[in-house]
């Protein structure tokens, strides 16, 4: 970690500061860090999502967690939950292995209740950074019209070009899961879901349909490009999208999506903008046909594939300007492993 240039966390409004501690071994995740925030100044604020309740032994405050994250509070043989305890000198309960619930936090001073609270949000969503992506927010691409385009240009494709290094037909996207990536998210748990699925539709209500003017938004897929520099070895082609009428609306309504998902909590900010894209061509599907395009996703804990690319210099020149059709957008939150379905 650069000393100068820590890794900065933000909770509920506020930016703290990651301190290394050392590093800690999990079974089978070797590579996780066990840290947590220096003591907070303000300890005592604290936002409206959580209450302290005073009790006859003092104060308690629930914390809600995905069970997925019990371990990191815990630490390595208790290690981190009981340094947790000492320095805030509180007492923290937190579920059994394969248990639901929340992690309770009592003590009898106040403030250090809520520090104790702001820690365990402060590990939290560091861990959660560390999570491999569960659900996309996307806009699908699945309707019949779009999956015929796509499969001539598959066939195209194959027929021009499979001579070339590394052209194979694993290398192409399933037409059912053909989708504009708008973010991607990390959900551990049902309620977590639950609170994605709310928040989509409060955007529908507050901000899409007044963009759309409640009418679908009728965009195409004109010309392809590529990832990376070197058009003789690719990793990702994708299809580029632009609306019909010439518009920004699909690029402000995704803007916006990834802007309240960020303030939720639920996704984080990884670029200024959303690049929209359809991913085509991936070599992860090389190895792994219900692999996803991680280009923008979230490093997770599995670390970067193995990737054997292929040479779309000829895939280019004949192919540069395939328009695959005009579509009807419509957005969706789905699994990574799930087929985009009409909504």
Known sequence: MEVLRPQ??????????KNFIQEQTYQHEDEDEDFYGEPMECAEELSDSCVVEQTERGFQCAVAVPSPLFKYIIGKKGETRKKLE??????????????????VIT???RGGVIS??????????????KQP????????LNQPDVQEGFLKFQEKVLE???????????????????????GTLVLL?????????ELLQQCKEEFINKIAGGEPLLAEMLGIEYMNDDPSMMDVLYAKVHMRDGSDRLQLIADQLV??????????????????????????FRKDPTAEDRNSAPAGKSGPRERESFDGRNILKPLSCTRFVVFKGNYVCRRKDEDCEKR
């Open 86 to 103: 000492m320095e805030t000198r509180t007492s923290i309960n937190i579920p059994k292995p394969g248990m639901e619930g929340e992690i």
């Open 8 to 17: 900065l966390v933000k909770i509920e409004g506020r930016i703290y500061r």
């Open 189 to 197: 748990s049902d309620q977590e879901i639950q609170r994605a699925c």
């Open 116 to 129: 104790a609270k702001t820690r365990i949000d402060v590990l939290v969503e560091s861990f959660r950074r």
């Open 133 to 140: 992506f569960t659900h996309f927010l996307s806009f699908s």
């Open 259 to 284: 802007e309240r998902f960020v303030l939720s909590g639920l996704m984080m900010k990884e670029w200024d903008r959303v690049k929209l894209h359809a991913t085509v061509m991936n070599t992860l």
């Open 160 to 182: 021009k070009c499979s001579m070339d290094r590394g052209v194979s037909s694993c290398l192409f996207q399933n037409p059912a899961k053909l989708h504009l990536t708008v």
């Open 107 to 109: 003590g009898q001073q």
